[in-house]
């Protein structure tokens, strides 16, 4: 196929083999650059390459990027991280894009597997890692972005890979202080650029991993009073995350703001679940339970189970604190094996 693996690392021997034996079967090379490691990532590299390289680290994620991609022999390249594990790679739809004469960049879908106070979840999105090396590099000290030599706009495509990214849990998050890194990185950043809307986004975002919420609701609220394309996938993940934060800072009453965005969000079934859980935290059930029902049968979000289990699990809760235990526990039996769901239905019928 033609195609190099390239991947930087630092201090990953927890994660780095469990990553690489999922990928090794799909790649014709595989490209190591180590920022610094101190434990034994070098030494489990090895075993999968012997294109192992070091770099000094400089506090620009896209200089590291961009020398494992000169170290590449193939033109086509993947680029994922050793916490990404691939589990699902279709070999014939990505020939095929490889074989595009075009300047085109490929998305695939990745898994984040999160943590938050309010439970464990999976969440989707596409995200651009397959592309020409001779025609792309990357740009921007953290949260580096793919843009295109010459400068001029090039078409992302959907492709058929499947990587399930686990640095987002709590597990991981405890054991590394790769979210400190990134605070300290984008706050450089953004003393640079005080009003880069992508950069105070990306430091919302970072506090909220970190479960800091009053910080994270501090930066969203910086960028959205800038400027914003509601169009752009990160906008609308900046509202959704922004609302969240001030869930998990039961600033509930403060969260009825996010109607204001319904003019652009209105057909998300990401939006349509959290402006629900906005109603049934202000105490309005009848709207949250209509607003509930709307994402069940509604096309797939990017959380997993929004449009499934997670809204009946909400309506079964409020018809619960209603009194109406009939209708909760119809609402429970919808929601299939949801383990929150199964317990009360269980306590249910120990007579609790």
């Known amino acids: 196929m033609n195609l190099s693996l390239c991947m930087i690392v630092k201090n990953e021997e927890k994660l780095l083999r469990q990553s690489l034996s999922a990928v090794r079967r799909w790649v014709d090379e595989i490209v190591i650059v180590d920022t610094g490691s101190t434990d034994r990532t070098k030494d489990i590299a090895r075993t999968f390459t012997a294109q192992v390289y070091d770099f000094p680290w400089c506090d620009d994620f896209s200089a590291a990027r961009n020398f494992a991609l000169e170290k590449a022999s193939c033109d086509w390249v993947l680029v994922i991280d050793a916490d990404e594990v691939v589990s699902d790679f279709q070999v014939k739809s990505i020939r095929k ?23 464990e979840k999976r969440s989707n999105e596409r995200i651009s890692r397959l ?35 686990s640095g987002y849990t709590q597990k991981v998050i405890q054991r590394t202080d790769k979210i400190a890194r990134n605070i300290s990185l984008l706050e450089q950043a953004l003393e640079r650029s005080p009003e880069d809307t992508y950069v105070l986004y990306q430091l919302g975002k970072s506090y909220y991993m970190a479960s800091d919420y009053n910080e994270a609701v501090a930066y969203f609220k910086r960028a959205l009073v800038l ?47 959290l402006m629900g859980l906005v109603s049934m935290n202000n105490g309005g059930f009848s709207e949250a339970i209509g607003q509930f029902l709307q994402c069940i049968g509604n096309k797939e979000g990017k959380v997993e189970g929004i449009n499934s289990y997670l809204p009946n699990y909400n309506i079964a809760v409020i018809y619960e604190c209603l009194g109406y235990r009939t209708e909760a526990v119809s609402y429970y039996q919808k929601c299939g094996n949801y383990p929150a769901a199964r317990k009360r239905l269980s306590e249910y019928s120990a007579g609790g």
């Open 227 to 273: 400027p914003l394309n509601f169009a752009l996938e990160y906008v609308e993940n900046l509202v959704e995350t922004y609302g969240y934060a001030l869930i998990n800072s039961e600033r509930y009453a403060e969260a009825l703001c996010l109607k204001n965005y319904e003019l652009y969000f209105a057909t998300s079934t990401d939006y349509q679940f």
């Open 131 to 165: 592309f020409n090396r001779r025609l792309f590099c990357y740009h921007g000290v953290i949260h580096e972005q793919i843009v295109r030599k010459d400068g001029n706009p090039f078409k992302t495509v959907p492709v058929e890979i499947t990587v399930e990214h």
């Open 97 to 119: 894009v490889i074989k595009a004469d075009q300047p085109i960049v490929g998305r695939i879908k990745l898994i984040n597997l999160l943590s938050d106070a309010m439970g």
